[in-house]
């Protein structure tokens, strides 16, 4: 009695796959069969490694240019008697959760959304007022891809989203005038309070609404423009994890008082990215069952195959051969022929993520553009991301539903009795 899976078993499986028509062999249903697995398997690594790309640069993006939590505090009377959310102990605040374990910048800011205007051009902007050290520490606006002047002249100025400058047609040195609703406030009211800055920077975050929408101003420019002198809107806090920003919670609400309340990144960007997760499990199951019909392919070749064959497997099963190793033949015909497509598609899936840029872009020059908009998807690239997990969990799926579907015919082959096969030989 022979080893399963011995050489001859190899021989006679590789023989029948390579076997013409005219030799009652299947090659053009083994090359349908090689061919759909191949691409099943490309289009699953293609579409994961996109889909890791989007999230990866959707969530730098975020984190880049973003607070990973955000430090406020609760409505509160101050002693004017007036009811207020701002803090005013904001320089404590800050070094007490900036001594936290994992905190790497604690910087107090000024918000304020306010009117920008450049001649007869407006836009709507929301102001952060930031020190020039905590804003060199923002890598997105520091370090951005694409920015004109320079950060060492921001206390002469302020600094722009390049979405803004495109809105109001800024360039760097150009002024600009920032209008805010809630002035001075005197006898008759609320004035109005308009004044001048010089753009200094003009920087491209990467994120659509940000450069849209973002002004960076001086800290104490901020506090004089808002009304918030000797106090701070919030602490921007950034974390060495900030995929585990929840587990600084109790410590950042303990450093920030009894009225502290905290807003992390995943709680502004919740619900997209659980419509990323949805989708992502989706865009799986719906390439699954394209791996799955590639690999039905292997069925109707190998039914086809142990017909044309049948002569043979009475002859085998004649000279001695037993039922597990003609099913381990046929087995080993259908699962080459898994085990190559996959190999192929992941060779060809891995070749187009890692030239998916080149490929996009001319994609994107033969239609005319625009087969990327930012403004629509938030983002100004679309990068492909290869993962380890997303390549194994392609070949696992493409190897498993190609050896299961194998069985059947095999078992077939294997219960054929050998003489019913050569009666009329």
């Known amino acids: ?30 090359w349908i069969s090689l061919i759909g697995i191949t691409l ?10 996109v889909r890791s790309g989007f999230r990866a640069e959707f969530v730098d993006t975020i984190l880049g240019a973003n607070a990973h939590v955000t430090v406020y505090s609760s409505v509160y009377v101050n002693d004017a008697g007036q009811t207020t959310r701002t803090i005013a102990d904001y320089q404590e605040m800050a070094a007490r959760i900036a001594e936290i374990d994992g905190v790497t910048r604690a910087a107090p800011l000024v ?15 929301e102001v952060f007022g930031i020190t020039l050290e905590d804003l060199r520490e923002v890598p997105r606006i520091a370090a951005p891809e694409v920015s004109f002047g320079t950060l060492d002249d921001f206390q002469q100025g302020v600094a722009i989203g390049t979405g803004v400058a495109r809105n109001l047609g800024v360039q760097v040195g150009d002024t600009i005038k920032l209008i805010s609703p809630n002035g001075v406030k005197t006898a008759f009211g609320t004035s109005i309070r308009s004044k001048a800055y010089k753009v200094v920077y003009v920087f491209q975050a990467g994120r659509y609404e940000i450069d849209r929408t973002r002004v960076y101003m001086p800290f104490t420019e901020a506090q004089s423009f808002f009304n918030r002198e000797g106090a701070a809107d919030e602490i921007e806090v950034m974390v060495t994890e900030p995929e585990a920003v929840d587990d600084y919670a109790t410590a950042l609400l303990r450093a920030g008082g009894e ?78 022929v898994g085990i190559l497509g996959t190999g192929f598609g992941v060779i060809l899936g891995c070749l187009f993520a890692v030239y998916f840029d080149p490929i996009l872009a001319f994609v994107n020059g033969a239609s005319g553009g625009g087969v990327w908009d ?7 690239r679309l990068p492909a991301v290869l993962e380890l997990s997303d390549v194994m969990s392609a070949v696992g799926l493409s190897l498993g539903l190609s050896f299961i579907i194998t069985i059947f015919p095999a078992r077939r082959a294997a219960r054929m009795n050998p003489v019913e096969a050569l009666r009329y030989e």
Do not use: H
């Open 1 to 30: 009695m022979t080893a399963p899976f011995s050489r001859f078993e190899w021989m006679i499986a590789w023989r029948y796959l390579r076997a013409r028509r005219s030799e009652g062999g299947v090659s053009v249903m083994t």
């Open 40 to 49: 099943a398997v490309a289009a699953l690594i293609i579409t994961l490694a």
């Open 111 to 125: 918000k304020g959304q306010v009117m920008a205007n450049l001649r007869s051009r407006n836009a709507g902007v």
């Open 259 to 336: 009225r502290a309340l905290l807003w992390t990144w995943r709680d502004a960007s919740s619900s997209f990215l659980k419509a990323l997760d949805v989708e992502d499990t989706v865009m799986f199951v719906l390439m699954s069952v394209l791996v799955l019909i590639a690999a039905m392919n292997i069925i109707s070749g190998l039914v086809m195959l142990v017909k044309n064959k049948g002569r043979d497997i009475g002859i085998l099963r004649t000279v001695g051969l037993t039922e597990g190793s003609v099913l381990r033949v046929f087995f080993l015909c259908g699962a080459l």
């Open 374 to 380: 930012p403004s629509i998807r938030g983002i100004y």
